[in-house]
């Protein structure tokens, strides 16, 4: 097992590998019942809902919004900031008019009344995911979740275990 500072990889490597592949996190998210029958595809990267660039925005078969924060160990944000931070992320994007979201992904079967309830009755995926998560941020989520009553939302918290293949030539993630 390698840590992204010892392989001199930013967040962004994280950002995009999930771009590329969102079963990077959402399979570990349906193995934990946050995620039930449904499909999910990459929307944007970096996308700014009026809370600052959202990592990766996902979007379910279901309409049903994904927000992938990536964070790595040697971030300083990488404790409890980050769960207000991706917190903060839902609730402008809750406020925002279908009208303002960006175009939807072709491969996208979720009909605008499906994202509409969804946003309105706050059904997101929220999703930390990073290398070394802090435990710190994973008691703070915790409490968020047991506590919040007018919001639907699902909260992830991910380690990306990354290692080095034997003939080190390859890297494989792992969540």
Do not use: H
């Amino acid at each position: 097992r390698v840590r992204a500072r010892d392989l001199e990889l930013n967040e962004s490597w994280f950002r995009d590998a999930i771009f590329d592949n969102p079963e990077i996190v959402i399979a570990p998210c349906r193995e934990a019942g946050r995620v039930i029958e449904e499909d999910w595809f990459a929307w944007k990267i970096e996308e700014d809902f009026g809370a600052g660039p959202v990592d990766v925005v996902l979007i379910s078969s279901k309409g049903r919004i994904g927000l992938v924060e990536t964070k790595l160990s040697y971030n300083p944000q990488k404790r409890r900031e980050v769960v207000a931070q991706v917190l903060d992320y839902a609730l402008a994007l809750q406020d925002m008019d279908f009208e303002d979201l960006p175009a939807l992904p072709a491969a996208s079967v979720a009909t605008r009344e499906d994202i509409e309830d969804a946003k309105i009755a706050g059904r997101f995926l929220l999703v930390i995911a990073g290398d070394a998560l802090d435990p710190r941020a994973l008691r703070l989520s915790q409490a968020l979740l047991a506590r919040q009553l007018t919001n639907e939302w699902d909260l992830a918290m991910i380690d990306l275990n990354l290692f080095k293949q034997q003939d080190g030539l390859g890297l494989v993630l792992v969540p």
